[in-house]
């Protein structure tokens, strides 16, 4: 995540936020107080640089997300207890 820092435009906020939006880029916009389409600029010149596919479907946006919780850069997701009544 580190090779984010050094764009002028703080791709790693920009993507942090955008994760912590659910991948939303309306909500991460407001948030952020940019357009919508710059934020999905930013997730777009990003993947580049870390080499890893964000918008698509993959397991690359999961690396990408336990890297920023693994740096305290997310907070941890609260997870539900599972529930031993019933069988998955």
Do not use: K
Not at 13 to 21: D, K, P, S, V, Y
């Amino acid at each position: 995540l580190v090779r984010l820092d050094s764009d002028a435009r703080d791709l790693r906020r920009t993507l942090r936020t955008w994760i912590a939006a659910g991948g939303n880029s309306e909500r991460a916009a407001l948030t952020l107080g940019v357009h919508a389409q710059t934020v999905r600029e930013h997730v777009r010149s990003a993947e580049p640089v870390l080499e890893h596919q964000l918008l698509a479907a993959g397991s690359d946006l999961y690396e990408v997300v336990l890297a920023h919780l693994a740096l305290g850069d997310l907070e941890q997701p609260a997870l539900r207890r599972a529930n031993r009544d019933h069988s998955d």
